[in-house]
């Protein structure tokens, strides 16, 4: 029988257009192949510099996104009560005119009173302008709910955090320690890198309560109880410190563990206001040329940062068998990790023949660092203890002399950049008039805080306040429940971009919906009007009063911009775009181009002329032409003549330059300055001389936070600004200059909810929007509650049982499933994949709603009554940042909910009416 | 009935590395794209936004439990297609010469055109590699990108199967196993290779590399306390630290 005669070699396409992914935030370059017009395979690009070709399960599927049924097609305005989904069509021109009507107004008479809010929309440096111009101080993205306290932590530390700031040197690391992290937004860089350590026989070690994902190839596994992290690491740190395994040259000369601490909690300093350290028995100053700086001196009484660190965490309540109950691993395997770790440190160190010179001036001849690292997400972050268990993790790498050096952890321009370097967040309202400054910054002191002249919060989320002073990306998650609570005070026109608050981005969602149609005594609803911008018919769309539809990602501009978050890489500055590689098939706008446009209708500065017409036809001229300091733009290649980097005047082919060259641009990082950043002079004039700096900045890592110091002392009723009575205690527990644990504050229900419960993200699923992809629906369509060995077998759970699942403020029920390979205190499940019946264009009777479902009814917005009447919110009190891992539940079997035929998820909620395109 | 071939001039397939498989699944729709627009008819989706949805997919990816006895229990993410075996029961039970066995390299493939779709080849895999495509009513299978891998229209570089190329952790490797030299069949011999359920007899030519073992803990190297901490205290302890410069 003969084979029959296959062509082989298929045109695959017409065309490949390049532009970057956006099935989730990891920004990954792509190819998008077209036939006849249509887009017909996405495959990743192979030149790209964050994904090397590769892509994940969300970006081939990609194709199915921009098809999706759920698509918005026109503006819409709501007609019937608010939450019924009863909308009409409307115009554009109708629509922005609508908006105008009601926030022109405000803008003269009480800018405070546009809240504006955007989720995951990657140009917070368009939006924040924007706020900033309109006058409100309302305005933040999403990081308040994400991740503020690692990047917070990170910030104050070390100048630069985890994921966009920074990332391990994958290629000389030996060994690779991951806290809290499961699928996570840096999902193909991860990725690949485990790959190359794994290629290589690197060692991994996963800490988690859960062991999927990343944990599962994790060589070793710690499956800690959460809330613990930074038990666990104060411990690793004890270990170390007490056998001196930390590296004390790089102490000495780029942290401030030799500086001075004086009596009241602040540096000793000289008269031009640097810190003093003792070096050959003087005092001078820290950047001194050719200086040893003494870590063991005492002068005038005052102590190094050095020795207050030794002795708090060589004290025996660090001790592993102090801790070892509490983090859910035994001391042995806690000193054994240690021991590794040092053993990777000390005995095995990375040097690069390659010479530099730090800012002091002093030549070294190599560049020796330390190969362990280091990478930690929400997992640690989104607990009431996460700042200071982040900071934890920063000292751990810092003690190491692991931070910028080969083998440790890499920082990516423009970072490094301490928070001194960052702007103070900003709150002065003038009607009428553009904000005073930035909204959101790094706080060095109560100087800093958005307070009333009464004290009062400025902000509706109460960022910036004694509540949470370092609440550097504010808190979206408590934007309504305030609003509606009045408290600090009333707005009118709540304007959010692509974040699904009345779903699975709010806590307490069942609550939060109710808090979205409440209306006053005057009959009127308490959050007034709402305005709501996404490109698919999520749950919040039946709650908003104006509807402006938006673009999916490959039919939209968009900047991945410097100014904002891009995608540099330890070895080079990066910047993307995305550009329309197919047009819209439906009435609707890129949303930056609609909020430049409302910005020309509302007369913003910035978005007019000197005759008042609009300065930008769109977001791509805006891209282009938009300067936020002489020759500083949204994008750094191919400026002025088109051979400018970094700096240089606008330049009418930009977007084509950058379209041909596969959507991104880099800028890359001299030798001698690839590592040592903080301290590197090659480095630091290179970030001047590119833009990313205006001077050179170097900067001591920050062991002891004197900005915190600043505010523990207001608590302890030092300084001009004082907390009220009621917060003293907390802060002062809080805003400790020295990292510390402190149990959860979910902990304190825990005698009648023993278990933790958690989400992952899965890794083929990125929030909501996965749900409506015809290919990644078939991978994750529901989501049952995971169960440990212990709690399966005693509540006698068999497969396909139901379980009730109870928090402090809540009640779920929902199918239950077995998994060996998790913290025997600890349920879970995958977020992302719940969704209420007609959202998201899919049929009510969907399994993502009928058998998929949402921890967040279990989770309140605030802390239960302490008795006296405050509205403590469930954040961290450093940052605000939302607690969602201090959930405690108790889980018992019980009988599958109606129907008896096929079983639903409680709760459910009425069915949403269609607003997409319908089915394809 | 249908013959397989005497011998095959290359024996071309995956290896996929257990160790290191996070179960991310991008090969299961970097597959699904290609080849929803490649070799034969678009893998179809029924009910795709519907209560019930299913498609087909020539790859897939399973997560299992381990739960080995005294040992700390593990996660295994088990990608599963086509093995391409030297004795493909799935060619022998076709009634019509469909399903058939490339001489040159060995690729097990199902020419559509010939294809009724009583679905005889699904019952005869044992590992449960092939889908019933109920839109076009014919068996899918992964083809190794058959219509990838000699394409004279692509980079040379990307002349692999999709999922190869796509994969994140480079988990998956594509070459010729009868070749003993061949940079996938080193990677057998030096991580174990092993192929799935031999004791089936279909020969695979697939390889998994199977997982480390895991939770060793710290081999050697245990901290030596500089001293007693709570002997000497922090001043001594601070002394012969800091004497360590």
Sequence with gaps: MTQPQLDLSPAVSDEIRQTTCYMCACRCGINVHLKSGRVSYIEGNRAHPVNKGVLCAKGASGIRQITAPSRLSQPLRRVGPRGSGAFEPISWDEALALAVAWMAPLRETAPEKVAFFTGRDQSQSLTSFWAQNFGTPNYAAHGGFCSVNMAAAGIYTIGGAFWEFGQPDWEHTRLFLMFGVAEDHDSNPIKIGLGRLKARGARVIGINPVRSGYNAVADDWLGITPGTDGLLILSLIHCLLEAGKVDLPYLARFTNAPCLVGPDGLFLRDGQDKPLVIADGRAVAFDTPGIQPDLGATHQGARTVF???????????????????????????????????????????????????????????????????????????????????????????????????????????????????????????????????????????????????????????????????????????MVIANAHAGDPYRIDTLFLYMANMAWNSSMNTAAVMEMLTDRGEDGEYRIPRIIYSDAYASEMVAYADLILPDTTYLERHDCISLLDRPISEPDAAGDAIRWPVVAPDRDVRGFQSVLIDLGARLGLPGFVDAAGGPLYADYADYIVNHQRRPGIGPLMGWRGNGDAEGRGGPNPAQLDRYIENGAFYQAHVPDDARYFKPWNRAYQDWAVRTGLYDAPQPYLLSIWSEPMRRFQRAAEGQGQRQPPEHMRARLKQAMDPLPRWYPPFGDEAARDYPLHALTQRPMAMYHSWGSQNAWLRQIHGHNPLYVPTAVWEAQGFAPGDWARVTSPTGEIIVPVAHMPALNPHTVWTWNAIGKRKGAWGLDPNAPEATKGFLLNHLIHELLPPKGDGQRWSNSDPVTGQAAWFDLRVRVEKCAAPPPDEAPEVLPQFPVLPDQGRGRA | MTCLPGQTEKKLGLVIDLDTCVGCHACVTACKGWNDQGYGAPLSDQEAHGADPSGTFLNRVHSYQVSPPEAVPFTVHFPRSCLHCDDAPCVTVCPTGASYKRIEDGIVLVNEDACIGCGLCAWACPYGAREMDKAAGVMKKCTLCVDRIYNETLPEVDREPACVRTCPTGARHFGDLSDPDSAVSRLVADRGGVALMPEMGTKPVNRYLPPRAKDRGAQVSPLAPLLDVQATGFAGWLDRVLGKI
């Design chain 1, 307 to 477: 020795q207050h660190m030794a002795e708090r965490y060589l004290s025996p309540e660090y001790a592993p068998e102090a801790v070892a109950d509490r983090c859910g691993i035994p001391a042995p395997r806690i000193r054994a990790l240690a021991a590794e770790i040092a053993d990777a440190a000390f005995n095995h160190p990375v040097t690069l023949e390659q010479e530099w010179t730090d800012f002091r001036g002093d030549p070294h001849k190599t560049m020796t660092g330390r190969p362990v690292s280091f990478h930690a997400m929400r997992g640690i972050s989104a607990h009431s203890n996460g700042f200071q268990t982040a900071r934890s993790l920063h000292l751990l790498q810092i003690l190491l002399g692991a931070v910028e050096t080969p083998g440790g952890y890499r920082l990516k321009p423009p970072y490094p950049k301490p928070a001194e370097a960052h702007p103070a967040p900003h709150c002065k309202v003038t009607p009428g008039k553009p904000l005073d400054g930035p909204h959101l910054g790094y706080p060095r002191g109560p100087e800093h805080l958005c307070l009333k002249d009464d004290g009062s919060p400025a902000r509706i989320d109460k960022a910036f306040s004694w509540e949470n002073p370092l609440s550097a990306h504010g808190l979206m998650h």
